[in-house]
């Protein structure tokens, strides 16, 4: 049996989605708006909801969570138990520099509430505590602005752009790095 984590904040659980997530999961998708912007994941929605589509992404999950290719946590409102959105860490470097990369979507009929920043604040904790990370990354396209205006509420430090770093909707982009290590939390 997987041993996971789950952390509380105000408003919301932080934690990877189970077994018991099915018709949750399955709302969330169903009850999104048409696509907001370039980044809303409404663009990639799940081609199907069937419970064992549902599954084969638990599975995928949970071997992604082992060796460290993507480890993603659900979203989900305390008072709703609405599955609101994810945040997760992805491309780790252990070895001397313990980094990782941090993602992060609210399905869009969520926006504007403040969740992103409850949600991805302790996520930052998650990665420093239980991940036992020195440093997380984020690589935001210059034109997102939603996400620009979260990493600096979240006070990250905006370190430079990276050129031609990722093929996103089929071309190479470039995106504003910003990062915090365990030195900028004291
Ligand atoms: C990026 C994303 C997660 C940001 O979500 P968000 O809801 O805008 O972010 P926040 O949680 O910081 O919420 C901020 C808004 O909530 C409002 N708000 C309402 N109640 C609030 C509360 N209790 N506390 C804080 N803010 C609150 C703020 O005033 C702010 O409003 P504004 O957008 O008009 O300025 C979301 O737009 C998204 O999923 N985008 C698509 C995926 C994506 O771009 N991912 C990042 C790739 S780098």
Redesign the pocket.
Known sequence: MEKTYSIKTKRLIIRPLNETDYEMWKDAYISMLPPQ?K???ANSKPTSLKKSDFKKILTANKKNRKNESNVDYAIIDRKSKKYI?RVGFMSFIRSITQSAFL????F?N?????????AVGAAIEIAFTKHKLHRVQ????AD?K??L??AK?LKMRREGVAKNVVKLRGEWRDLVQFALTCEDRR
């Open positions: 912007n980044w809303d994941q959105g993602g992060y979507s609210l869009n969520h926006w504007g509430k403040g969740y992103a920043e409850e984020a690589g935001i396209e997102n939603r996400s205006r979260l509420k």
